[in-house]
């Protein structure tokens, strides 16, 4: 029986965006913004800043794959102010589903937390205001089943109470 290793379903995921953001980055852009949005110059220096940083992450050793977040990932935030906690998964526009807490990299709590690095702490600016996050934990969902996460130090199943059923936190509606 021939099994695969997770981090290569997790490597060819990432090239396959760079084909995406890289190459065929007017197309994508075109699809969501339209040329004249101040919005599309911005987003374009972003995923300039996500392609560089996925080809190093995918040059680099395999442990460095799940310290960043990035498209694909599920992350465990913890607000540090409310002291509560939820999970998210920052997924493609077409994949987008906030009740289940799938949220776009094109939304602007996906925008802000793209490329944050595990244990890191960042101010995300909601419609409800600001709040400060942690980013707890940096998993991979795969293909087959988004609520299984393949690397195992990192996150186990959601908790109950997260974003998939009841928050902890007061801080949910924001995305």
Avoid: C
């Avoid at 996925?54 to 913890?78: H, M, N």
């Avoid at 109950?160 to 007061?170: D, I, K, T």
């Amino acid at each position: 029986m021939n099994r695969r290793n997770p981090l290569d379903n997790r490597r060819e995921k990432l090239v396959s965006q760079l084909l995406t953001l890289g190459e065929e980055k007017r197309t994508f852009l075109d699809a969501y913004f339209d040329v004249h949005n101040p919005e599309r110059v911005q987003l374009d220096k972003q995923l300039m800043a996500y392609t560089e940083r996925v080809e190093q992450l995918l040059a680099g050793p395999d442990e460095r794959l799940g310290s960043v977040v990035l498209i694909g990932s599920r992350i465990e935030l913890e607000y540090v102010d409310f002291h509560t906690s939820d999970t998210l998964m920052i997924v493609m526009p077409e994949e987008a589903d906030p009740d289940e807490g799938h949220i776009s990299f094109l939304s602007p709590v996906g925008r802000q937390l793209l490329l944050g690095e595990k244990g890191e702490i960042r101010s995300i600016y909601t419609p409800s205001g600001s709040m400060r996050i942690r980013v707890a934990n940096i998993g991979w969902a795969s293909e087959q089943n988004s609520e299984q996460v393949q690397h195992p130090e990192q996150l186990d199943e959601p908790d109950a109470n997260s974003l998939h059923g009841s928050s902890r936190g007061g801080a949910d509606h924001a995305f």
